[in-house]
């Protein structure tokens, strides 16, 4: 497995040069509309909703990390269609004639957002999807199309509801649902590497193991084997205060 060639799209996006060290001693492929760059890897350019760019991309793939999209929560339902709905079921097709192993993707914690702007927190990842805006919807239903293949096989998928996946909190909003880049690194490996049959949700929350936790990590920490190491309580007294304790959109 340790040898198999990983795919990572949105390579040249902030997620992947924060999660790229992580992945080292990999072969690795990159893909994304603008050339992304990383030492020893190749690197395929091109959209995700070009077929013939995809097929390219996932030829002789084991696995995808799939991070390619509109990350915006305050982005329009037209603007997140093509990259986040249709995008990732292509991708998901071409990966399954392909043969590829295992996709893991990046949903979002605002498939879930709902949940925590309501107050019902920590949120339980096998609570059904309840988004907080258009966005965090296109992450819900990436989370229900990844199911469906996984079932359908050959490809299984772990979907990972990335919180605020920044090298450091700076604003109070981010307390709550941080990822800071060691424990990014882990819980991909970790979604690359876990059994097919320990996979039971189709959204797993990926935060760090923050004191002002917004999201019950025990599914990830149970079926993945994620064990977080950072907490952003050590960053609290430096950020800005925006206002609120949540990432969910207000209503
Ligand atoms: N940054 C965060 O805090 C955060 C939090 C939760 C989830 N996510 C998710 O993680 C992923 C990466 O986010 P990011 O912050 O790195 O975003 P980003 O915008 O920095 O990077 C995304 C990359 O995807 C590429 N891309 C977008 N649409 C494409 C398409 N149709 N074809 C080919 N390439 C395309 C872009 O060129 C860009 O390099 C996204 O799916 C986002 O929704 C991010």
């Known amino acids: ?54 097929e390219r991309a996932v030829d002789g793939v084991g696995a995808v990390v799939h991070l390619a999209g509109n990350p915006a929560p305050t982005a329009a339902w037209e603007e997140l269609r093509g990259p986040n709905v249709e995008g990732f079921a292509a991708l998901l097709a071409a990966a399954a004639r392909a043969g590829v192993r295992r996709v893991v993707f990046a949903s979002s914690v605002h498939a879930m957002g709902a949940h925590e702007a309501d107050g019902r927190v920590p949120v339980d990842a096998a609570w059904p ?8 919807a296109t992450k819900a239903f990436d989370e229900a199309v990844a199911t469906v293949a996984s079932r359908r096989g050959p490809v299984s998928t772990v979907g990972l509801r990335l919180g605020a996946t920044v090298p450091q909190p700076e604003e109070r909003s981010q307390l709550a649902s941080w ?18 049959s320990r996979v039971h949700l ?11 936790q917004h999201w019950d990590l025990g599914p990830a920490r149970a079926d993945l084997g994620y064990a977080p190491e950072l907490d952003s309580e050590a960053f609290a007294d430096r950020v800005e205060d925006d206002g609120t304790d949540t990432v969910a959109c207000p209503r």
């Open 1 to 54: 497995m340790a040898d198999e060639l990983v795919l990572v799209t949105g390579a040249a996006g902030r997620v992947a040069g924060q999660l790229l060290p992580g992945l080292a001693g990999r072969p690795l492929r990159l893909f994304d509309r603008t050339a992304a760059q990383h030492e020893g890897a190749e690197v395929v350019t091109g959209e995700l909703t070009d077929p013939a760019a995809l």
């Open 202 to 212: 189709g959204g797993y929350p990926a935060v760090s193991a923050n004191t002002r």
């Open 179 to 196: 990822l800071g880049p060691a424990d990014l690194r882990q819980v991909v490996v970790r979604a690359l590497q876990v059994d097919a």
């Open 129 to 136: 999807p309840r988004p907080c805006c258009p966005y965090g």
